[in-house]
């Protein structure tokens, strides 16, 4: 299932794809009326015939789902639903790596109880050391990482990395890949399935903003029968990636290795940014907690503290 604007797209059983779906009725049963989007690519759904073609009867239950803040209608927005891996796409320019970024996603992942991990795309380009040093201390945190050629980097430079390596991993399993406006997400589908624009439809508009190629809201879904019926949920690139929707307990328990402190702060709804006896603050002085992540926690908490006020 995938689609906007409550119009579906759908792969029933069989395989076969059912364009131009419609929602029965006004509220989807299964669903509450307060989210931003009833369904969203990887979800699953029963259909009923009718005169006029089918509709869509009810989601069924989800067995996870990958949000994130949609800005405009301030809403936590569902972006995928029933994945098993969700990977942050990111590359070392062009655009440039953003290490809050990717730990935004992480941190998503973990409050939806996903597994995660980082694909460093681009990986043609030089990768600076700051940007090595985020992905070691990711990696530390036991993190998968791949580095991709994708799209026509690696046909010139018949190169592909890690590539086939994460199309085995993949393999039969639902991913979700979310990153910044042209890491190569599309790139890396196609590469994977090169007929996925044929099976998808081609349902994404692109146009050029600046440097970047950006798609225009709609998701997309490909298939590929010969990887086990792996799917992969191609996201549109977003600029920035907030949490808004969390508060700040729920933040610090998404970066993994704050956990094992977080029962022991003094003060009930710690926000382990200026409480005294706070494990994570002291953690942090011990080296148990690394600067770099402490100080991404530290924004994130004080966009949401700010966004309260
Ligand atoms: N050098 C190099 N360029 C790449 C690689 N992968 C993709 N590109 C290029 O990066 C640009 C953006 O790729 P897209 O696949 O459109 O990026 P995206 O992440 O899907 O972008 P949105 O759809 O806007 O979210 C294109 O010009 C690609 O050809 C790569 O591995 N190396
Ligand atoms: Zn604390």
Redesign the pocket.
């Known amino acids: 299932m995938w689609g906007a604007n409550n119009i579906y797209s759908l792969r029933t059983p069989g395989g076969d794809i059912r364009e131009n779906v419609r929602i029965k009725g006004k509220i989807l049963p299964g669903t509450d009326p307060s989210e931003a989007n009833p369904l969203a690519p990887g979800d699953l759904v029963t259909l009923v015939e009718e005169e006029g073609g089918v509709r869509i009867l009810e989601r069924q239950e989800r067995r996870n789902v990958v949000h994130r803040w949609n800005r405009k209608r301030r809403k936590m927005q569902a972006i995928a639903a029933n994945v098993d891996t969700v990977f942050v796409?990111a590359a070392p320019e062009d655009p440039p790596y953003r290490p809050n970024f990717v730990d935004r996603v992480l941190v998503m992942a973990e409050f939806a109880g996903i597994p995660a991990a980082v694909i460093l795309?681009?990986?043609?380009?030089e990768t600076p050391p700051e940007v090595a040093h985020h992905l070691a201390i990711l990696k530390g945190l036991g993190y998968p990482l791949y580095r991709?050629?994708?799209?026509?980097?690696?046909r010139r430079l018949r190169r592909e990395e890690d590539l086939p390596s994460f199309r085995r991993d993949t393999a039969g399993t639902v991913s979700v890949l979310v990153?910044r406006?042209?890491?190569?997400?599309?790139?890396?589908v196609n590469s994977l399935i090169p007929e996925a624009k044929l099976t998808t439809g081609d349902t994404?508009t692109?146009y050029q903003r600046g440097r970047?190629?950006?798609?225009l809201a709609k998701q997309v879904i490909s298939l590929d029968p010969r990887a086990g019926g792996a799917m992969y949920i191609?996201t549109?690139?977003v600029r920035e990636f907030d949490l808004l929707g969390y508060d700040c307990n729920e933040i610090a328990a998404g970066y993994r290795e704050f956990l094992p402190f977080l029962p022991h702060c003094r003060m009930p709804g710690c926000t382990h940014l200026h409480e005294p006896d706070c494990s994570v603050l002291a953690a942090l002085a011990e080296g148990e907690i690394t600067r770099e992540r402490y100080e991404s926690y530290q924004r994130l908490a004080l966009n949401i503290l700010e966004e309260r006020h």
């Open positions: 796409v795309n681009k990986a043609d380009k991709t050629i994708a799209g026509d980097a690696a990153g406006s042209g890491v190569g997400k599309s790139s890396l994404s692109k970047h190629t950006t798609t191609d549109p690139g």
